[in-house]
């Protein structure tokens, strides 16, 4: 995988690595099917050279309406020992960029204060099997207490039904939820499962009925496919609304909610928006500070609406990075005019 001064940033943002491998074991998982262990290789950088690396990327955008920092993608981010105290040191050094950070986990989070105003999503997608699908993660229970924790420090946590699970989270969405607001989380992130056939033979061996999954399946090969899952994401989410949770569609919402700012993917101008607390595009910046920005850098183009139309001459001159820096900045969509 590239390193993190040449990756373009995810939907989610720039994805941070404090370990590579993770020992929980779920089923659902799709690391495994990126050949990615249980053993967490940790990273051999420290949290200043991470540092460096990111301002080296040329897609990266630092500041509070810069790019995302995502962790937790490619191994548990709070697990004790040595993974735990390389998270700390990047987060720590990471905080002196400004951005929004956002930490994915299954663990129960430290209280340290550097956690202090990060978004934590903290994973649950079962009350009741996670014993066959989580064998070797803390109870759903015992994730449930990083509400409390958050409160303690400072942070912002989140429940995560990251995948719902057809057939598992869908008839268990209420209880879930319910434990979550008991809890204390005020949001909650849905998102749809992807498989691979290694990932149905996993949960075949993990006793789980996987008929409710194929039924939603178009092509099932060994690249990772999402399900058709659009009804049971809706459905979560008008029932999360019902019990006076703010549902949310993406990761990215979750942490542009945290932190004030309008989400980095821009899922309003795509239709995608879920219309919570944040109005993201009440928070974009205004046409005249997206003219001036295009002024400062001698660019030529015009502002219309969600978009930025730029003169061939500048669209030409500017390199694909250098265009997506000025959508982040922007918070608009960049293209040629006719």
């Known amino acids: 995988m ?18 590579k491998g993770c020992p929980f074991d779920c ?31 040329p897609f990266f955008v630092n500041g509070k309406i810069g790019v995302f920092l995502a962790i937790g993608s490619l191994g548990e981010p ?45 994973t649950v997608v079962t009350l009741n099997n996670y014993k066959q699908l989580e064998s070797g993660a803390p109870s759903p229970i015992e994730r449930m207490e990083n509400a409390k924790r958050a409160a303690v420090i400072g942070a912002f946590p989140t429940l995560f039904v990251r995948p719902i699970i057809p057939g598992i989270t869908d008839v268990e969405m209420e209880d879930i939820l319910d434990e979550a607001k008991k809890a204390g989380f005020r949001s909650v992130v849905f998102g749809t499962l992807r498989v691979t056939n290694s990932t149905i033979k996993r949960l075949k061996s993990a006793g789980i009925d996987v008929k409710p999954i194929l039924n939603r399946i178009k ?19 008008e029932m999360a609304r019902e019990k006076g949770l703010i549902a949310l569609g993406s990761a990215c919402c979750a942490s542009a909610l945290a932190y004030g700012v309008p989400c980095m993917d821009v899922r309003w101008i795509w239709r995608r928006c879920t219309l919570c607390p ?55 969509i960049v293209t040629k005019a006719k």
Not at 35 to 51: D, Q, S, T, W, Y
Not at 100 to 122: A, F, W, Y
Request: glycine fraction near 6%.
């Open 2 to 19: 590239p390193s993190h001064s040449k990756r373009r940033p995810r939907p989610c943002g720039l994805t941070i690595h404090p370990a």
């Open 27 to 57: 089923s659902y998982c799709y690391i495994r099917d990126m050949g990615i262990g249980f053993e967490p290789k940790v990273a051999e950088i420290n949290g200043k050279e991470l540092v460096e690396e990111i301002l080296k990327n």
């Open 78 to 122: 709070f697990l004790a020992g040595k993974v735990l105290k390389k998270t700390i040191d990047f987060i720590s050094s990471l905080k002196t960029l400004g951005n929004p950070i956002q930490v994915s986990t299954k663990c129960l989070m430290p209280e340290d204060p550097v956690l202090k105003g990060i978004n934590v999503l903290v």
């Open 219 to 237: 092509t099932l090969d060994n690249s990772q496919r999402y399900i058709r899952g659009a009804d049971l994401k809706e459905s979560a989410m």
């Open 278 to 332: 944040n109005k993201c595009w009440e928070k974009v910046p205004s046409e005249e500070e997206v003219i001036e920005l295009l002024r400062r850098k001698g660019i030529k183009g015009i502002v219309e609406g969600s978009h930025i139309l730029l003169s061939k001459s500048s669209y030409k001159r500017l390199s694909y990075p250098e265009r997506y820096k000025l959508e982040i900045l922007s918070r608009r």
